[in-house]
């Protein structure tokens, strides 16, 4: 019903920055919330940022003054700008999306395949 496209990642040399885009389609009533989450290998996916419909953002303690969230409701989008890129950082980034499909029905959540970050040292 809902598809997310991931764009944007990539190689980058420490001190640098990237700029993730996502963008949701399908049968789309109201995004609740959309966010970026991070898996590097062997580790569990955690949370990046995350972006309400009312514009409250929360970040990981990680990313905090690095990473910048936005939304762009009308389009469905949502973009990740990382600056002062680490290697700590190097991981596979998710878009997460929380969506009603139809009103009145329940929220569900929908991951976008992922996109390569590599940080080099």
């Known amino acids: 019903q809902v598809q997310l496209v991931e764009s944007g990642g990539g190689l980058v040399q420490a001190g640098g920055s990237l700029r993730l885009s996502c963008a949701a389609s399908?049968?789309?009533?109201?995004?609740?919330?959309m966010g970026w989450y991070r898996q590097a290998p062997g580790e569990q996916r955690e949370l990046v940022a995350r972006?309400?419909?009312?514009?409250?953002?929360n970040y990981a303690d990680s990313v905090k003054g690095r990473f910048t969230i936005f939304r762009d409701n009308a389009k469905n989008t949502v973009y990740l700008q990382m600056n002062s890129l680490l290697s700590e950082d190097t991981a596979v980034y998710y878009c997460?999306?929380?969506?009603?499909?139809?009103?009145?029905?329940?929220?569900?959540?929908?991951w976008g395949q992922g996109t390569q970050v590599t940080v080099s040292s």
């Open positions: 997460n999306a929380d969506v009603e499909t139809v009103p009145g029905r329940r929220v569900s959540a929908y």
């Open positions: 399908g049968r789309i009533f109201s995004i609740h919330a």
């Open positions: 972006s309400t419909g009312g514009g409250s953002t």
